[in-house]
């Protein structure tokens, strides 16, 4: 069973800067993609950011140069780098990890999520 460990979140001034860790713990075997959604009040989910296995890239348009998605599959760590961070960034962001079990097939784990609010 694979759990993963958020921290980082906070209330900050727009424009500031926050840092997002993950850390992935359990039996892990290899991992297919990293990733970060969010979701504020009253609204869906959405896929912030991803990286697969492959070094391929996503991020949600509105957070294209502010954000930057980071991973270790060595060490099953991902983060995210939040820079000039505005109100609507406001949501609980969530870790997501896709990753492969020998035998039973994929599997997606979540994290339990942090709260990152923005406001002045």
């Known amino acids: 069973q694979v759990q993963l460990v958020e921290s980082g979140g906070g209330l900050v001034q727009p424009g500031e800067s926050l840092r997002l860790s993950c850390a992935a713990s359990?039996?892990?075997?290899?991992?297919?993609?990293l990733a970060w959604y969010r979701q504020a009040p009253g609204k869906e989910r959405e896929l912030v950011a991803r990286?697969?296995?492959?070094?391929?890239?996503y991020y949600l348009d509105s957070v294209k140069g502010r954000f930057t998605i980071s991973g270790d599959n060595a060490k099953n760590t991902v983060s995210l780098q939040m820079n000039s961070l505005k109100p609507e960034d406001t949501a609980v962001y969530y870790c997501?990890?896709?990753?492969?079990?020998?035998?039973?097939?994929?599997?997606?784990?979540w994290g339990q999520g942090t709260q990152v609010t923005v406001s002045s």
């Open positions: 359990g039996r892990i075997f290899s991992i297919n993609f």
């Open positions: 997501n990890v896709g990753h492969t079990v020998p035998g039973l097939g994929n599997y997606v784990t």
């Open positions: 990286i697969t296995s492959g070094g391929i890239l």
